[in-house]
């Protein structure tokens, strides 16, 4: 099983095909089993990368507030990019990951090569009460969502520095949705698509759809 070992933590993570790669972050609670099937299809193009962050799947979970903060996520992103020996690379965000991805790319803009975020949270966020966890939830698990709720987070003012070709899809009944407009209106080479219907989870089959033509148009 591929794991990397990043200063004192273990990453779980799982590569699948051949070609540019892109790397798979999963949503808050999920992990690469939640990814497989975005794996699966990318990977009939791209070599997919799909990683458990801290805290997620098969990768440790540390009962470190700090240990989660997103500069240390990210990090944590460029340490498994540099293990692979990879120049430059796609990332893919869903939902809450869509902040590391929108941290990897200001804190390592020459590795990412396109950007793309999945009903991403916003990019602003203040210490709040974390929702309900289901009751079958681990103690590691409601420790993550709660950190998660905890944690600070703010780069509206520093979105205008990411340079690279940024795709933004969200559902039209998402309340992320605001979110997304803003992220769009900051980051100039970026194209929002809003899904008419569609809440926060809008489905493999679409996402992988519209990211596919997307990359295929910005490389041609």
């Known amino acids: 099983m591929p794991y990397l070992n990043v200063g004192s933590l273990r990453l779980y993570f799982e590569v699948e095909g051949t070609g540019h790669p892109i790397l798979l972050l999963p949503p808050l609670s999920q992990g690469h089993i939640f990814l497989r099937p975005f794996a699966k299809g990318f990977a009939k193009k791209y070599t ?13 979970k540390p009962k470190d507030e700090k240990q989660y903060s997103y500069e240390n996520l990210a990090d944590h992103c460029y340490g498994l990019i540099q293990h692979m020996e990879i120049n430059r690379h796609h990332i893919l965000g869903m939902s809450w990951s869509g902040r590391i991805a929108l941290t990897y790319a200001l804190r ?14 916003g990019p602003k966020h203040q210490p709040a009460s974390p929702p309900k966890t289901p009751a079958d939830a681990s103690d590691e698990e409601r420790f993550v969502v709660e950190t998660v709720w905890k944690t600070p987070y703010n780069v509206t003012k520093d979105l205008g520095k990411i340079q690279t070709p940024t795709l933004i899809l969200i559902g039209d009944q998402d309340p992320r949705l605001e979110a997304a407009r803003l992220i769009h209106a ?3 080479r970026s ?4 899904f008419k219907g569609l809440g926060h989870e809008i489905g493999a089959e679409i996402c992988l759809k519209n990211v596919l033509g997307w990359l295929k148009e910005l490389t041609e």
């Open 191 to 194: 194209t929002l698509t809003i």
């Open 108 to 121: 390592h803009q020459e590795k990412a090569r396109a950007l793309v975020l999945i009903g991403s949270s």
């Open 48 to 60: 997919a990368i799909s990683l458990d962050p801290i805290g997620h799947g098969l990768s440790d």
């Open 186 to 188: 900051n980051i100039p």
